[in-house]
């Protein structure tokens, strides 16, 4: 079946440093992998996504590639500030499932100045 | 734009009570869904709809019931409203065609039953 894993927090770093937040994956076809944040709040927000392997999805200065042959979607960025603070959530859609969503239990971002 | 709405921010039930959770988005989307988030255990599927009328169970629908009598509005619906049903209800639509079907979330309903 399908399924997200990523790395428990939360995560505390201080402002401008490098952020790697893991992200693995199984799925039986083709998956689109996804990175929402969701801020203090809020609902989920798209942050970036990746459709077919080796591609990168970036925004806000966060990256991810989608590698599949470590299963794998982990998501980066160089310098960090406080107002990323948020938790982030890897996420799979899977063409064989329709247009249902498998996403992985959140990590806590905290960035502290 | 894509505006995903939800009737409330927060809500406070009590045991027994019927509650309704009312979605609503203004994209024409074809899709919807409705999840719960709890600290740990991050977002579940409780049911989603790929038209109007239509209903297809998630993970988790004991508990829990819906309607979609019109394409943008999707409702939630605890017919016995429990305190394990205390949690953050988030609501999403998706389209169904366009390349790649990210889902459009709504800013969330925290319902405490006590």
């Known amino acids: 079946g399908n399924s997200v894993t990523q790395m428990e927090g939360p995560v505390t770093l201080s402002e401008e440093a490098f952020l790697t937040i893991n992200c693995t994956y199984t799925?039986?076809?083709?998956?689109?992998l996804f990175w929402y944040v969701q801020y203090p709040g809020e609902g989920l927000q798209l942050l970036l996504k990746?459709?077919?392997?080796?591609d990168k999805g970036s925004n806000k200065g966060f990256e991810a590639t989608y590698r599949k042959e470590t299963t794998s979607f982990h998501l980066e960025k160089g310098s960090v500030q406080v107002s990323d603070s948020a938790v982030y959530f890897c996420?799979?859609?899977?063409?064989?499932?329709?247009?249902?969503?498998?996403f992985g239990t959140g990590t806590s971002l905290t960035v502290i100045p | 734009d894509v505006k995903v709405t939800q009737s409330s921010r927060y809500l406070v039930k009590r045991t027994g009570e019927k509650v309704f959770l009312e979605c609503v988005q203004d994209?024409?989307?074809?899709?919807m869904f409705w999840y719960r988030q709890d600290p740990g255990l991050g977002l579940r599927l409780i049911y989603f709809?790929?038209?109007?009328?239509?209903?297809e169970k998630g993970d988790i629908p004991e508990g829990y019931s819906v309607s979609r009598e019109k394409k943008e509005r999707f409702s939630l619906i605890l017919e016995s409203a429990s305190t394990n049903q205390t949690s953050m209800y988030l609501c999403?639509?998706?389209?169904?065609?366009?390349?790649?079907?990210?889902?459009?979330f709504g800013p969330g309903t925290r319902l405490t039953v006590t």
């Open positions: 999403a639509s998706s389209p169904t065609s366009g390349g790649v079907l990210e889902q459009y």
């Open positions: 994209m024409d989307h074809e899709n």
């Open positions: 996420a799979l859609s899977d063409q064989h499932t329709g247009n249902q969503f498998y």
């Open positions: 709809s790929y038209d109007v009328k239509m209903k």
């Open positions: 990746a459709t077919k392997a080796d």
């Open positions: 799925a039986t076809g083709y998956p689109s």
